[in-house]
């Protein structure tokens, strides 16, 4: 079992739908990472989080540390936010812990 | 814009030859920088850290005299490719850390033929 596990693994939503990408973790972190990657390649940071909420634009995201678990929330989905997005863990060791990523497709 | 660059972005070349990936830090300075490795349809894997000045440290399994990392700079940092086999084919991404904000290189497409 991986330590870092993501839901759903592929998701096909409509344009405007609201999505939720969600990422359980099995270790003690200081830190969960979300981010995007590019269908070139690139990865940009979303977010990082240790605790609560943050929201910047359309995107929001939330940890709850007893339960282990953070979601990534999109609103008014958009093509553009087509992509992988990955969620990763500062682990014990300080070293990052990446998730196998959820392969996101908003169709117009 | 770009925070971290990496270069190049692909480059193909034959087995039993070197390849040297650049990674560098735009207007910033980098004491450490991270170099991944990402197999198709798999998530990223550390391979090491690579240290300003001093030696990097090599995650397990990763064969350090394959992987050549040097940090000569406090903005640079170069993964080389020795001897390269088709195996070694892969995606290769490099990061640095400013303001508590992960930066990404662009990363490049190894292909070993």
């Known amino acids: 079992k991986n330590e870092v596990e993501q839901s759903p693994q592929n998701l096909t939503a409509q344009e405007g739908e609201f999505i939720t990408i969600n990422c359980s973790y099995s270790?003690?972190?200081?830190?969960l990472h979300w981010l995007q990657q590019h269908p070139g390649g690139g990865i940009v940071s979303l977010f990082m989080l240790s605790s609560g909420k943050k929201k910047h634009g359309r995107l929001i995201a939330t940890i709850n540390i007893q339960e282990k678990h953070s979601s990534l929330h999109i609103t008014a989905s958009h093509p553009r936010d087509s992509a992988v997005y990955i969620c990763a863990v500062y682990g014990a060791t300080n070293k990052l812990i990446f998730g196998t990523g959820t392969l996101l497709a908003v169709q117009p | 814009g770009a925070v971290v660059s990496q270069h190049p972005s692909r480059v193909i070349c034959k087995s039993g030859t070197s390849v040297k990936i650049e990674c560098r830090s735009l207007?910033?300075?980098?004491?450490?920088m991270f170099w991944y490795r990402q197999f198709p349809k798999q998530s990223l894997m550390l391979m090491a850290t690579?240290?300003?000045?001093?030696?990097?440290?090599?995650e397990q399994g990763v064969e350090k005299d394959k992987f050549l990392i040097n940090h000569a700079s406090l903005t640079l940092s170069t993964l080389t490719v020795t001897s390269a086999h088709p195996e070694d084919s892969s995606f290769y991404i490099c990061?640095?850390?400013?303001?508590?904000?992960?930066?990404f290189g662009n990363g490049t497409r190894l292909t070993v033929t």
């Open positions: 990061s640095a850390v400013l303001d508590l904000t992960l930066h």
């Open positions: 270790v003690g972190i200081s830190a």
């Open positions: 690579s240290n300003e000045g001093s030696k990097a440290t090599y």
């Open positions: 207007d910033f300075q980098a004491t450490t």
